[in-house]
């Protein structure tokens, strides 16, 4: 089964400043599909990135990007110019490419709370 | 608009009593998602139903029961059989059978059981 790890319960970082939030991940498969979502205060899920293993470049989106170094199984977001509105709880999540019956969820890391500094 | 609903937001029960939790979607997505969220844990998923009339159990499926008659709605109820309730409860959607295709979320609902 795969696991999914993030180490830092919570991060901190000054408004424009960059931060980077951890994510290891466990698996035996080849292919599959990482993701970041973001949970702020009204706790609705909001998908921020998505990354295909099969791609060795990374995913970009704005001031969102990822570094995914898939031999280590390490799967970071990166977050430049950090915005007040970018404060919420962010999860990496990891999808297995088979969509057969019993790879169709998403595996879920326990979180990183951002807090972000006026 | 096109989205995901949930209701209630909040959701009140004493214990012993069954519950059910609505989600309801206007994407035309085929694949609709339970999961469950408790403080200081990830999203574990509970249901999740690819097609009308058909679902499958997830990680945490004892004490809870689904169904799919139409493709815009998959209710969720939560027995007196599952142990501890009270959480988070989010439904989520996939369009097709793509696998390149994320999931969308809804806004959740929190249910309280005393």
């Known amino acids: 089964a795969q696991t999914v790890t993030q180490s830092q319960p919570e991060m901190s970082v000054q408004e424009a400043e960059t931060v980077t939030l951890s994510c290891t991940y466990d698996?035996?498969?080849?292919?599959?599909?990482l993701f970041w979502y973001k949970q702020p205060p009204s706790r609705q899920m909001i998908l921020v990135i998505r990354?295909?293993?099969?791609?060795?470049q990374n995913a970009t989106e704005n001031r969102f990007s990822v570094n995914f170094q898939k031999a280590a199984k390490s799967f970071s977001l990166k977050i430049s110019d950090s915005q007040l509105g970018d404060a919420a709880m962010y999860f990496c999540?990891?999808?297995?490419?088979?969509?057969?019956?019993?790879?169709?969820?998403?595996?879920f890391g326990t979180g990183t709370r951002l807090t972000i500094i006026p | 608009d096109g989205g995901i609903t949930q209701s209630p937001k909040y959701l009140f029960r004493k214990e012993g009593q069954n519950v059910t939790l609505s989600c309801e979607q206007n994407l035309n997505h085929d694949a609709m998602y339970w999961y469950r969220q408790d403080p200081g844990q990830g999203l574990r998923l509970i249901y999740y139903?690819?097609?009308?009339?058909?679902?499958q159990k997830g990680d945490i499926a004892e004490g809870y029961s689904v169904s799919r008659e139409k493709k815009e709605s998959f209710p969720l109820t939560v027995t007196s059989a599952q142990k501890n309730p009270t959480a988070f409860y989010l439904c989520a959607t996939r369009r097709g059978q793509g696998t390149t295709y994320e999931q969308y979320f809804g806004p959740g609902t929190r249910l309280t059981v005393t």
């Open positions: 999540a990891y999808r297995s490419v088979l969509s057969n019956f019993g790879n169709e969820k998403l595996t």
């Open positions: 990354q295909e293993a099969y791609k060795q």
């Open positions: 139903s690819q097609i009308v009339n058909d679902f």
């Open positions: 698996t035996s498969e080849s292919d599959y599909y």
